[in-house]
């Protein structure tokens, strides 16, 4: 049996989502419009800590046009919000979790407190104004560095304290190996609290049909399976009577689409009032009340040889979770711990992460989250290594790779269920390419002069290690329709990774049909009745496969039912261009159109119809890697920093579509532009955030893109992991962006005495260091 095909995968054709993206033909979540649409608005909590004395809701129940005032008294006993990743036992852990509307303590300011459901949105903004609530105020936890002093509140006090958790782990003897050490270098680092910031914020619909019971919801996205089980269990509903739809999703970044309190309280309410009721964040809303994500403070040191060679890690840091336990319960920190070593060979390593909670936005997961922090740790300090031993940071580097005839290579520690070992890579070799591309030498020759010419330019280096393929598993479903034409079903989300695309493309290739006649249907609980979603760069490692599978099995069924039609032994048949020919005899052919009518009931043993499901099972995750260079000019006048040139190579297996694989590059590389140079959500020292707009919380724009930018994708290791070998791709422009950046900006002012432990490096930080040293021009 053969399919002869044109090459498919590995080509850079266009995204099937696209044209209709481009057109204006996709459907988000404000596009939704059913008849008798009600709009809603919430009234978020203006403190970050207080006691809800009373609610008075009866003025804005009295404003014509509005339908319902609903608090938590009105819900009645819902349970709370579970975890979905990085779960934690204990009565703590439970007590952090949030409740979809606040109930009798507000945590932070933008919890929700009321929801108002009227005519349009503008009248339910105006009925926010007439809710009158009488609040007890209380002290605030601002800091989570001091929130274990004496006389600071507790948060949740069945939580036993404002240290929820404390996250271990250990490899070898990091102690005894930092007390023989010819050189410790000891730093503090901090991450700043930054966030996904999506062109489309979160948006969802919800309406029940009391005759069938069917509630339909639009706009979910990410997870809606876990979604679906999830509001089933707090409704107390039948899941199958759930129906769940995935539109076009404006940005995800891992902030849009977990379970937040909003998709409870929408489809709640639309099955209370027998209408179908529409909520959408505005900008403000997004600032305040989704995901968090980063901020880490971390005290960490290393044990070296004097030639450079590591011999020992430690670390010891602190996570601010914000006020309450979202779906990703400690996830983050887990993440950094697991994959703090990073690429190098680090005999022994303890790090100790302390979740502590407070009157802050409650945090998730972001584009790369906890290895965009521990990469920014992990990658400034072995710099701070180099200068101490007055080696060169590429140098050092070098000496401590771990080589690729080493892999698999156990780590220690874990994370997501799993220990961390790294299935293969070349590291050194991902570090050379990026290196030459950046003309290291010639730009160490550069800096020389510039320095003569008063001008302070660096050259920074990031080496990340990161994760994809989350398993358990996922499913997909291929099957040919009575008109001849391919669909595939999958249990993944689309949250703009071109997933259509790539799922196309390996099904195309296998059945031997062009990608465009190939649908691609996601995302729709009614259609897709498993399925584990999008995100932690899981669908090319994950969704294809499984999509690969099913394809083989349904290409057996074809030449099954080719073989009897033609009564050729199947081995003697060829898949070709949505046909199936004896070998030889090209005239001798029936379509696929032909084989699916002919499928039903088909041959004696064969189930009917050209289709089948494959579930691909994930025990382990794989691990890309690759190299950030930054070469940078600083400005002493303005503290601004100029990208003039960056280079990222990263190594992800196979490439599917090398194009979609180099925009997910460069678009993870503007967001972590963003988080080393600009981004941060900030908050005063009685917890209120002072960043909540664009005014305040700046995005990186194409002005702050790099002068020059080059991706080298590498498919130098295949995953052994699953039969595509690819790992995964989505996370890796971001994650290094910090390190790589922090390091150049370091270097360019290495004359000045200038200390990088801190992001973001935005101007005014950069201007005060820069005073501080009386450098300041």
């Not at 194409?702 to 020059?708: H, V």
Request: net charge negative; hydrophobic share 45%.
């Amino acid at each position: 049996m053969t399919a002869a095909s044109p090459r498919v995968v590995g080509v850079p054709i266009k995204r099937k989502e696209d044209f209709r993206l481009l057109t204006g033909r996709g459907k988000y979540a404000a596009d939704v419009r059913l008849p008798g649409l009600l709009h809603a608005a919430i009234l978020r909590s203006p403190h970050p800590h207080a006691r809800i004395a009373a609610i008075h809701g009866d003025a804005a129940r009295a404003l014509p046009g509005v339908v319902a005032v609903i608090t938590a008294d009105d819900l009645g006993p819902v349970g709370r919000i579970p975890v979905r990743l990085g779960q934690r036992s204990g009565a703590g852990a439970t007590a952090c979790l949030q409740p979809p509307l606040a109930t009798g303590t507000v945590r932070y300011v933008g919890e929700p407190v009321a929801f108002v459901v009227a005519a349009s949105r503008y009248l339910a903004e105006d009925a926010l104004e007439l809710v009158e609530i009488d609040w007890d105020l209380l002290p605030v936890v601002a800091d989570a560095r001091r929130a274990s002093e004496p006389g600071v509140p507790v948060l949740h006090p069945a939580a036993g304290g404002n240290v929820v958790e404390r996250l271990t782990t250990r490899a070898g003897d990091a102690a005894g190996a930092l007390a023989a050490a010819d050189r410790r270098v000891h730093e503090r680092f901090a991450v700043q609290r930054h966030t996904g910031v999506p062109m489309e914020t979160r948006g969802l619909t919800a309406a029940h049909d009391p005759g069938t019971g069917v509630l339909t919801l639009w706009g979910v996205a990410k997870v809606p399976h876990f979604n679906r089980r999830v509001l089933a269990d707090l409704l107390g509903y039948p899941e199958h009577l759930i129906h769940f739809i995935e539109l076009e999703v404006g940005g995800g970044f891992g902030v849009r689409g977990e379970f937040y309190p909003e998709d409870f309280v929408v489809p709640w309410t639309a099955i209370r009032l027998g209408r179908p009721v529409q909520w959408v964040e505005d900008r403000r809303e997004h600032l305040i009340a989704t995901n968090h994500s980063r901020q880490q403070y971390h005290n960490v040191e290393m044990g070296v040889r004097r030639d450079g060679t590591i011999v020992a890690l430690r670390d010891r840091f602190m996570v601010d979770l914000g006020a309450y336990i979202r779906t990703h319960g400690v996830v983050v920190p887990e993440l950094t711990i697991a994959l703090l070593p990073g690429p190098y060979r680090i005999p022994n390593y303890e790090c100790e992460a302390l979740c502590v909670m407070t009157n802050k936005t409650p945090t998730g997961t972001y584009r790369g989250p906890g290895r965009y922090e521990g990469t920014f740790v992990r990658e400034r300090l072995i710099d701070r290594v180099a200068a101490e031993l007055g080696l060169d940071p590429a140098d050092v580097r070098r000496r401590n790779f771990i080589g690729a005839d080493e892999m698999p290579y156990e780590v220690g520690g874990a994370s997501l269920g799993q220990r961390t070992v790294y299935d293969c890579g070349d590291y050194l070799s991902a570090f050379e390419q990026a290196l030459a591309a950046a003309d290291y030498k010639a730009v160490r020759a550069e800096q020389t002069r510039a320095r003569g010419e008063g001008r302070y330019l660096g050259i920074g280096l990031g080496c990340v290690l990161e994760k994809a393929g989350l398993g358990p598993w996922e499913y997909a479903r291929v099957e040919v329709d009575g008109s001849g034409r391919v669909v595939v079903y999958s249990g993944v989300a689309a949250v703009g990774q071109g997933i259509e695309t790539t799922l196309a493309q390996v099904v195309a290739e296998e059945l031997s049909v062009a990608a465009e006649d190939v649908t691609v249907v996601h995302g729709d609980s009614a259609r897709v009745p498993f399925g584990i979603g999008g995100f932690a760069s899981r669908g090319a490692a994950v969704a294809l496969p499984a999509a690969l599978g099913a394809a083989r099995k349904v290409r057996d069924k074809i030449f099954q039912v080719a073989a009897s039609l033609l009564e050729a032994h199947a081995g003697d048949l060829v898949l070709e261009s949505g046909a199936v020919h004896v070998r030889g005899l090209p005239e001798r052919a029936v379509t696929l159109r032909q084989l699916a009518r002919a499928a039903v009931p088909g041959p004696p043993g064969m189930d009917p119809g050209l289709y089948a499901a494959h579930f691909f099972e994930a025990p382990k995750m794989t691990y890309p890697y690759g190299t950030h260079v930054a070469v940078v000019e600083v400005d002493l006048a303005t503290g601004r920093v100029a990208l003039r040139k960056y280079v990222v190579t990263y190594d992800i297996g196979r490439a599917i579509n090398p194009m979609i694989v180099e925009g997910q590059i460069v678009g993870g590389l503007a967001q972590g532009i963003g988080g080393a140079l600009l981004e941060e959500l900030v908050y005063d020292d009685q917890a209120q955030p002072l960043t909540t707009t664009f005014m305040d919380y700046l995005v990186p724009t194409a002005m702050e893109m790099p002068e020059e930018t080059i991706v080298k994708i590498l498919e130098e290791t295949p995953t052994p992991l699953n039969p595509l070998g690819v790992k995964g791709v989505g996370e890796g422009g971001s994650s290094g962006a910090g390190a790589a950046i922090a390091n150049a900006v370091a270097d360019a002012l290495a004359p000045l005495g200038v200390a990088i432990a801190e992001l973001p490096l935005s101007p005014d930080r950069l201007a005060g260091l820069l005073r501080a040293r009386g450098a300041h021009a």
